[in-house]
């Protein structure tokens, strides 16, 4: 499953794939909250990784001399990036 996928999940649904009864069903809720909360943290782990392990920054091209004191890159070409990847797949 894909990161976008995972945060369109409703809590309805893990209810129903887990079977949970009515009494458990703030679980599901739980569950709902830590996926969308963990999607943006994966995919900034993904971009950092991609960062520090080449020459050159994917997204702004700046040269990486030094990959862990990059600037962050500003958040329209994080967003083309982020197009670009998946239109590749």
């Given at each position: 499953?894909?990161?976008?996928?995972?945060?369109?999940?409703?809590?309805?649904?893990i209810a129903s794939h887990l079977n949970l009864p009515p009494v458990k069903l703030h679980c599901s809720?739980?569950?709902?909250?830590?996926?969308?909360?963990?999607v943006p943290y994966a995919l900034s782990i993904s971009i950092t990784y991609t960062r520090r392990?080449?020459?050159?920054?994917?997204?702004?091209?700046?040269?990486a001399t030094n990959p862990l004191t990059l600037?962050?890159?500003?958040?329209?070409?994080?967003k083309d990036y982020k197009k670009k990847q998946e239109s590749e797949q």
């Open positions: 499953m894909a990161l976008d996928d995972a945060v369109k999940i409703k809590n309805t649904e809720m739980l569950a709902e909250d830590a996926i969308k909360a963990a392990h080449s020459r050159h920054c994917p997204i702004c091209k700046s040269p600037p962050p890159c500003p958040p329209e070409q994080v």
